[in-house]
């Protein structure tokens, strides 16, 4: 088999960092050309889970790249000598009822701790190494970008490596829906029940996403029963508690209660630069500390954002001399930079004018009616308007904890729903939070 020179694979590895950073993954390192052989270029990855990521999103980029270094019409295709045992479910189920691809990056080590997900990192551990013993069923919540995804595709990783005969199945609530309906209308709900009530581990993404649809949720009250009673693994994630997920089933509410429930939060500056860190080690991005500093300080709320501004520094330096310093990082975080100025203090003395309360009050651990609203108003607010986690909000209320914030901030936005007086005084206060900011900010 013909071969590729090697400055022609490092053209093509140097191409898909510069062009497609979003794509490119630390494990990439690991990757090397078999052979270019009939106007094909193999590509050797270390197991098939990489090899299902490069197929899935980076075929094209790499016909670009593999073209670009070597000026022929070139394909590639992705192979592994480390194929996954043969999944023990018969073969026609997982092609009807196909489970979703596993994030190879998504794995315990990639993953950083702090006090934001301590307890549902140590409960996720728990449960891949006791399934069914540990914590069932395990329920995390918290926003969007926190690492919900990451932690489930963990515990499946561990299992699949220390127990494969466990057959860890991950699917997100969508599908399982979408499985539902199909097999309503296809009259292949045996197949489907089949499928999903013998599965070792069932592991359900985004559960949120049974509200409001009654028939799939009585389909996952009979699959959830099944497997509890076998005393198989269930472990659920959602954007909210099982308590505010909308027209949830008590039933569903009390099952999903009954085992762990913990909240992910936002994480904290230091969680927060650790993270980069990792981030960064893993795309192979060298990151000085100040640099870490700034994009930690500046994007709080979601980790996304967080790595999406790191590998937005990266792609930046690569179009000047490739070395990331603070003056790229703050180029690229510029826009970013301008949006989030409302502070917690400001919206302190802003609740303050508008209900006629001390700031001190607002403050303080006081409970009285007149200050026990317009403090969940602030909190409301700092939830809204800011990127503080939870718990540094609760800092500014004479140390409250994060489940008080939580609790505060719904009571206010379901109130907001049905109260258009209240309604109204809330958008007055944001908008002259907003402006009262951008004034300051243009002098
Ligand atoms: P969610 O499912 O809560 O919306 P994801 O699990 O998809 O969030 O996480 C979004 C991104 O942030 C992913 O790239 C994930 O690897 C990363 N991430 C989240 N939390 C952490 C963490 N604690 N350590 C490392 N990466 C994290
Ligand atoms: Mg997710």
């Known amino acids: 088999m013909a071969t590729l020179k090697a400055s022609e694979w490092s ?18 390192s690991t990757l090397e050309p078999r052979g270019l052989e009939g106007g094909v270029l193999t590509v050797g990855a270390g197991n098939s889970s990489q090899v299902r990521y490069l197929a899935k999103h980076c075929r094209r980029p ?48 990639n993953f950083v701790t702090g006090p934001c997900n301590r307890l549902a990192h140590a409960a996720a551990i728990a449960v891949s190494e006791k399934p069914g013993r540990a914590y069932n069923p395990l329920f995390l919540h918290g926003d969007v970008g926190l690492g919900k995804t990451h932690l489930l595709q963990a515990v499946c990783h561990t299992i699949q490596t220390r127990e494969p005969q466990q057959q860890a199945s ?23 029940r089949y499928r999903y009530r ?32 076998a005393q198989r693994q269930i472990i659920m994630s959602a954007d909210c508690c099982p308590s505010e997920i909308p027209s949830l ?19 904290c500056l230091e969680t927060r630069m650790a993270i980069i860190r990792k981030k960064a080690k893993l ?54 930079m301008n949006n989030h100025m409302v502070t917690i203090p400001s919206i302190i003395d802003r609740v303050s004018v508008h209900y006629g309360v001390r700031v001190s009050d607002l403050q303080s651990r006081k409970r009285t009616k007149s200050v026990v609203f317009p403090r969940q108003v602030c909190m409301y607010l700092g939830r809204e308007l800011t990127k503080h986690s939870l718990g540094e909000i609760g800092g500014f209320f004479g140390g409250r904890d994060h489940s008080t914030v939580l609790h505060s901030s719904r009571l206010i936005k379901e109130a907001r729903e049905s109260d258009p007086q209240l309604n109204h005084a809330l958008e007055e206060i ?12 243009s002098l």
């Not at 593999?66 to 073969?91: H, I, K, R, W, Y």
């Not at 949720?217 to 497997?227: A, I, K, V, Y």
């Not at 944001?430 to 900010?441: A, C, D, E, S």
Request: proline fraction near 3%; charged fraction near 25%.
């Open 11 to 28: 053209d093509i590895t140097g191409h898909m960092r510069v062009n497609f950073p979003d794509l490119v993954r630390g494990w990439f």
């Open 62 to 109: 790499f016909v670009e790249a593999a073209q670009a270094a070597t000026g022929m019409l070139v394909s590639v295709c992705f192979e592994t000598d480390n194929p996954e045992p043969a999944p023990s479910l018969s073969l026609s189920f997982e092609q009807e009822f196909p489970e979703l691809t596993l994030n190879s990056d998504y794995v315990f080590e």
């Open 170 to 192: 991950y699917i997100s609530c969508e599908t399982f829906t979408n499985h539902f309906i199909e097999a309503v209308e296809k009259g292949a709900l045996n197949q489907f």
């Open 198 to 229: 013998h599965v070792g581990i069932l592991v359900i993404d985004d559960i949120q996403f049974l509200a409001e649809r009654e028939r799939s949720q009585e389909e996952f009250f009979h699959t959830f029963n099944t497997l509890h009673q």
């Open 249 to 267: 089933q008590e039933r569903l509410v009390s099952r999903f209660n009954s085992g762990l429930v913990a909240l992910m939060d936002r994480p």
């Open 283 to 336: 795309r192979c991005i060298e990151v000085p500390e100040d640099v870490v500093k700034l994009i930690a300080s500046e994007i709080k709320t979601n980790i996304r954002e967080l790595e999406g501004a790191l590998v937005k520094t990266d792609a930046l330096s690569q179009t000047r001399d490739g070395i990331i310093n603070h003056e790229i990082a703050s180029e690229a975080l510029g826009t970013t």
């Open 430 to 441: 944001t908008t002259l939070l907003i402006r009262g900011q951008q004034t300051r900010g």
